[in-house]
T-cell receptor, first 111, second 111 residues
Framework: DAMVIQNPRYQVTQFGKPVTLSCSQTLNHNVMYWYQQKSSQAPKLLFHYYDKDFNNEADTPDNFQSRRPNTSFCFLDIRSPGLGDAAMYLC??????????FGDGTRLSIL | GNSVTQMEGPVTLSEEAFLTINCTYTATGYPSLFWYVQYPGEGLQLLLKATKADDKGSNKGFEATYRKETTSFHLEKGSVQVSDSAVYFCAPGAGSYQLTFGKGTKLSVIP
């Protein structure tokens, strides 16, 4: 089945130690999104790629960056994680403006 | 930008009870409207959608009708099951394909 895959499901890192989360898709969708979801809150869009065009939300901290080396893969880099960055990170894809398809997320813990 | 007001939870129902989760939105133009569901420990799954006024989205016994006059998209199910226990998110999607999620409504169904 075509899907959105996030690895790892659980990631633990140390305060200030860079971490990378990955997302891959077999849907051949041209748009990929990264969301941050804190406990009992709605997902918050961090940024998205429309094809190769990167679109950053105005309130996304500079600490968060993203890379999309090809259609299938997208990475979320957190340069210096703080305790407040502990959250579930969700990757989603869409074909243009059509419905978004989500991965199961990566739960990030900061020690 | 868009905004959405969603019925606050948690909602606890007995099996086979009727479910309504209210959702109203503000948006410029005529957004598409979505309900997503998030089961424990998982990402979001599209439950149903409607793309224009008076459209009814339906899936797995859930229904919601796009009401332009009241800017609402209430989710209903006639008879809930224990397996419906999850968090439900209402989300209008603007022409820019970015979803604005409500805060989510946690539903618990007890046998």
């Amino acid at each position: 089945d075509a899907m959105v895959i996030q690895n790892p499901r659980y990631q633990v890192t140390q305060f200030g130690k860079p971490v990378t989360l990955s997302c891959s898709q077999t849907l051949n969708h041209n748009v990929m999104y990264w969301y941050q979801q804190k406990s009992s809150q709605a997902p918050k869009l961090l940024f998205h790629y429309y094809d190769k065009d990167f679109n950053n939300e105005a309130d996304t901290p500079d600490n968060f960056q993203s890379r999309r080396p090809n259609t299938s893969f997208c990475f979320l880099d957190i340069r210096s994680p703080g305790l407040g960055d502990a959250a579930m990170y969700l990757c989603a894809t869409s074909k243009g403006t059509q419905s978004q398809h989500f991965g199961d997320g990566t739960r990030l813990s900061i020690l | 930008g868009n905004s959405v007001t969603q019925m606050e939870g948690p909602v606890t129902l007995s099996e086979e009870a009727f479910l309504t989760i209210n959702c109203t939105y503000t948006a410029t133009g005529y957004p598409s409207l979505f309900w997503y569901v998030q089961y424990p420990g998982e990402g979001l799954q599209l439950l149903l959608k409607a793309t224009k006024a008076d459209d009814k989205g339906s899936n797995k016994g859930f229904e919601a009708t796009y009401r332009k006059e009241t800017t609402s998209f209430h989710l209903e199910k006639g008879s809930v099951q224990v397996s419906d226990s999850a968090v439900y998110f209402c989300a209008p999607g603007a022409g820019s394909y970015q979803l604005t999620f409500g805060k989510g409504t946690k539903l618990s169904v007890i046998p």
